[in-house]
C-alpha cells in the first residue's frame, strides 16, 4: 500500500523559503501513471491546490503561488519537494502530499499524506 | 471567495438524506468533471467520488454525486454519526489554469 509522509521545518520566518519534502513509500515515483501534488489548508479554511507534477516532466502551479513556488522530485529517494519563497503569515497551513493515477482520473488525488503544519512566524 | 461555492454548512439526523451542493461556472464544472472529498476531524482529505459519480472502492454506495451544467451536488443517504465531516468539491478551471476547490461544507449529524 503507497503511503506518503511530508517532513520539514514546523516554523518559517517571515520571508525566507519553505522547504518540504514528501517521501513516498510503498511505490515508485517514477511510475509513469502517478502525479504528485501539494495541496495546502491554512488553519480553519478549506483547501489550496499549489502544484502538481508529472513523470513526463511537465509541472502545473497555482498560478497565485507560481512566481514564488517549485516542486521538484529525486527519483534516487523517493521523495519529491516544495520550496516556497518569501513567506508571509498568509502561507501558514498544513501542507499535504498527494497521489493522482492517471490510469484513474486527472486532478484527482486518491492518496494524501497526513500533512505537516507549518508557521510561518518571527 | 472560492471559486466553486458550496453552503458552508448542512446539518441532518441519523437515517435522513443530506444533499451537498458546489455552485461553479462554464471553465470549471461546465467543462471538466468533478471531485469530492472527504475531510474528517483533523485528519488528511480522502478522495469521495471522482469524475462527476464514481465511487472508489470502499466508499460505501451511501455516497451518490451528480453534476449538470455548471453545478454538481453530493448526496448521502442513510446518515450516520461518522459521516459527519467537512466535505469539498473540487475541478479543473480552464481560465485559470488552476485546480479549483469549493469552500467546504460543514456537516452535522442531529
Known amino acids: 500500500q503507497l503511503q506518503l509522509q511530508e517532513s520539514g521545518p514546523g516554523l518559517v520566518k517571515p520571508s525566507e523559503t519553505l522547504s518540504l519534502t514528501c517521501t513516498v513509500s510503498g511505490g515508485s515515483i517514477s511510475s509513469v501513471t502517478y502525479y504528485w501534488a501539494w495541496i495546502r489548508q491554512p488553519p480553519g479554511k478549506g483547501l489550496e491546490w499549489i502544484g502538481s507534477?508529472?513523470?513526463?516532466?511537465?509541472?502545473y502551479y497555482n498560478p497565485s503561488l507560481k512566481s514564488r513556488v517549485t516542486i521538484s522530485v529525486d527519483t534516487s529517494k523517493n521523495q519529491f519537494a516544495l520550496k516556497l519563497r518569501s513567506v508571509t503569515a498568509a502561507d501558514t497551513a498544513v501542507y499535504f502530499c498527494?497521489?493522482?493515477?492517471?490510469?484513474?482520473?486527472?486532478?484527482?488525488?486518491?492518496?494524501w499524506g497526513l500533512g505537516t503544519m507549518v508557521t510561518v512566524s518571527s | 471567495q472560492s471559486v466553486l461555492t458550496q453552503p458552508p454548512s448542512a446539518s441532518a439526523t441519523p437515517g435522513q438524506r443530506v444533499t451537498i451542493s458546489c455552485s461553479g461556472g462554464s471553465s470549471n464544472i461546465g467543462r471538466n468533471t468533478v471531485n469530492w472529498y472527504q475531510q474528517l476531524p483533523r485528519t488528511a482529505p480522502t478522495l469521495l467520488i471522482y469524475t462527476n459519480n464514481q465511487r472508489p472502492s470502499g466508499v460505501p454506495d451511501r455516497f451518490s454525486a451528480s453534476k449538470s451544467g455548471t453545478s454538481a451536488s453530493l448526496g448521502i443517504s442513510g446518515l450516520q454519526s461518522e459521516d459527519e465531516a467537512d466535505y469539498y468539491c473540487?475541478?479543473?478551471?480552464?481560465?485559470?489554469?488552476?485546480?479549483?476547490f469549493g469552500g467546504g461544507t460543514k456537516l452535522t449529524v442531529l
Open positions: 473540487a475541478a479543473w478551471d480552464d481560465s485559470l489554469n488552476s485546480l479549483v
Open positions: 498527494a497521489r493522482g493515477d492517471i490510469a484513474v482520473a486527472s486532478d484527482t488525488f486518491d492518496i
Open positions: 507534477f508529472y513523470s513526463s516532466g511537465r509541472t
